[in-house]
């Protein structure tokens, strides 16, 4: 029994029918760049999430690069981020010619609140926590930061569509909100695809512009912009999967809860999910010891794993100017080297968590 990791093509075969059906539709309109679809989807996002206004966009990366913009984001700036997430959510910063200020993790791999102060100077315009694995920050501590020293927070929630704190949507907390829906996440489009929230009129409309050239209409560019307009059939597909995220979520939430059954968890950590949160498990992300010896006999046994991520983004080659201490952010380095990320997606089966979950005691076990 091969069991892998993510199962996209069984995916698209259990909504073919309907989904060709519906892509037809979008064929047969003519529209292709724009259309009701994009006006749909994100009319649909903004009453979801219970926010003023969706853009929908090209990818979660340009949902940052244009937030962080409109925060006014620009050169000798600081933005205070964490290292151990997807390399898009340091590159917008540096595109933008500002400079990632990290700050490392607690346990639950998102950014530690208390240590947010410490990172703040003069050039901070924005604090940008990321709520990894689908998991969202600790934002009661991260907004009081944010409120004391008057810094916008924007959201990485590109890994978090429909997760909550405190009852609340991810996304919603800060000036901006940034979501992928890339085909690996949970509300995920044929291709690259993102959308931003904010309940800002002034963001939203400097948003709608810049996605479009900077066009406000056919004669008039009030900025320079850029091309990061969601297609109308990838919004139509969103608009299609929406309908059903619902179920993906509780799904991922029930294997979650099958693998917390089964695991010893003497030899594995797992942060559990705690009162405040609503975790949507974009990614299911144990810690452990021996990591790689394990992530080995888990594929020898037929079990695809992943890493997110296996190296800092203050580690990665691409920052090799910049020397940071020895022991600097502590618990983001020790948790590269145990982090490990099982499958949790909608189509696994009871029988191979199960399986999954004996392999791992076995190993450990042994
Ligand atoms: C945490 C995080 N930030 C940003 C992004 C970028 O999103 P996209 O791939 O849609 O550009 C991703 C997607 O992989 C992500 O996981």
């Known amino acids: 029994m091969k069991i892998p990791y993510v199962n996209l093509k069984k995916q698209y075969f259990e909504e073919k029918s309907k989904l060709i059906q519906k892509i037809k539709k979008i064929l047969?309109?003519?529209?292709y760049v724009g259309g009701d679809e994009v006006k749909k989807f994100e009319n649909k996002i903004s009453s979801f999430l219970n926010v003023k206004h969706c853009i929908a966009l090209n990818s979660g990366t340009d949902a940052l690069t244009l937030g962080l913009y409109a925060l006014g984001v620009k050169r000798g700036d600081e933005v205070i981020t964490t290292s151990n997430s997807f390399i898009a959510s340091t590159s917008v910063i540096v595109h933008l010619g500002a400079k990632p200020i990290f700050v490392d993790v607690k346990k639950d791999q998102n950014i530690n609140p208390d240590l947010i102060e410490k990172a703040i100077s003069n050039r901070t315009k924005a604090i940008m926590p990321v709520h990894l694995t689908g998991r969202v920050c600790d934002m009661d501590a991260i907004l009081k930061t944010s409120k004391k020293h008057n810094i916008p927070v924007i959201e990485d929630a590109a890994q978090a569509i429909g997760s909550k704190y405190r009852g609340k949507f991810s996304g919603t907390f800060g000036t901006v909100g940034c979501f992928s829906a890339h085909p690996l996440k949970n509300l995920n489009a044929l291709g690259d695809s993102g959308y931003l929230t904010t309940n800002s009129g002034r963001i939203a409309k400097l948003i709608l512009d810049l996605r479009n050239h900077g066009m406000t209409n056919r004669n008039i560019v009030r900025n320079f912009g850029y091309v990061s307009r969601m297609d109308n059939l990838q919004a139509g597909i969103l608009n299609f999967r929406l309908e059903r995220l619902k179920?993906?979520?509780?799904?991922?939430?029930?294997?979650?809860?099958?693998?917390?059954?089964?695991?010893?968890?003497?030899?594995?950590?797992?942060?559990?999910?705690?009162?405040?949160?609503?975790?949507?498990?974009?990614?299911?992300?144990?810690?452990?010891?021996?990591?790689?010896?394990?992530?080995?006999?888990?594929?020898?046994?037929?079990?695809?794993?992943?890493?997110h991520y296996p190296t800092p983004i203050h580690l990665q080659p691409a920052y090799k100017k910049l020397k940071f201490e020895k022991n600097y952010l502590p618990e983001t380095l020790k948790q590269s080297k145990k982090i490990i990320t099982l499958p949790i997606h909608q189509f696994l089966q009871k029988k191979e968590i199960i399986k999954i979950c004996k392999l791992i005691n076995k190993f450990y076990e042994n």
Not at 260 to 269: D, I, S
């Open 28 to 31: 047969n309109s003519g529209q």
């Open 247 to 307: 179920n993906v979520v509780l799904k991922r939430r029930k294997n979650v809860k099958l693998y917390l059954k089964n695991l010893n968890q003497k030899f594995v950590y797992i942060p559990q999910e705690t009162k405040k949160e609503y975790n949507t498990y974009h990614t299911f992300v144990i810690q452990v010891s021996k990591r790689d010896d394990l992530k080995k006999y888990l594929k020898k046994n037929g079990v695809e794993t992943a890493i």
